[in-house]
């Protein structure tokens, strides 16, 4: 169990100097800024423990917020996304698939899992723009770099993703 904490909360910390220390520093066209941090919640085994999932996305978030200058909307977010996190998992796993199913290509087929990153990246991207921009005024702005970041981040999550576990 301390094992399970300890890879968990570098994984975590890998994902928050990625974003801080790389990703935060580019915006592509003056819109587009990955938040490939989302992915970590794809490291959350379908058993595991739904409370202590959003706990973690909160803490992640949290730690992104404070070194992001974002108050709360990645945190937000993220918690929004663990939320909805394993009733996503439960509809896109095989039928067959035992409880202690970790999401990645092998396990649960390239396109399920290529969804499964998409919705949950979506949801992520929604709920953050969404807080950020919290009007109607600049929607055009919004939603070019809503759509701009979530390509920019699920790019980066896909390669990132076949590097860490092959083909």
């Not at 996503?88 to 092998?106: N, Q, S």
Request: with cysteine; glycine share 4%; proline share 4%.
């Amino acid at each position: 169990m301390i094992v399970v904490f300890l890879k968990r909360l570098l994984l975590m910390l890998g994902w928050v100097a990625l974003q801080v220390l790389v990703c935060n520093h580019i915006h592509l066209l003056g819109y587009a800024t990955p938040m490939p941090y989302v992915a970590f919640l794809a490291s959350f085994a379908l058993n595991d423990n739904r409370i202590s999932n959003m706990l973690w996305a909160f803490v992640l978030g949290l730690l992104v917020d404070m070194f992001s200058n974002t108050p709360g909307e990645a945190s937000a977010s993220l918690v929004l996304a663990a939320f909805v996190q394993w009733p996503l998992f439960r509809a896109m796993a095989p039928k067959d698939c035992p409880e202690d199913l970790v999401p990645t290509y092998r396990t649960m087929g390239r396109w399920r899992h290529v969804r499964y990153l998409f919705v949950l990246a979506f949801v992520h991207h929604t709920a953050f723009y969404v807080l950020e921009s919290f009007s109607f005024f600049h929607i055009e702005e919004t939603l070019i770099a809503f759509v701009a970041s979530l390509a920019l981040s699920l790019v980066l999550i896909f390669t990132l993703d076949s590097l860490r576990h092959g083909k």
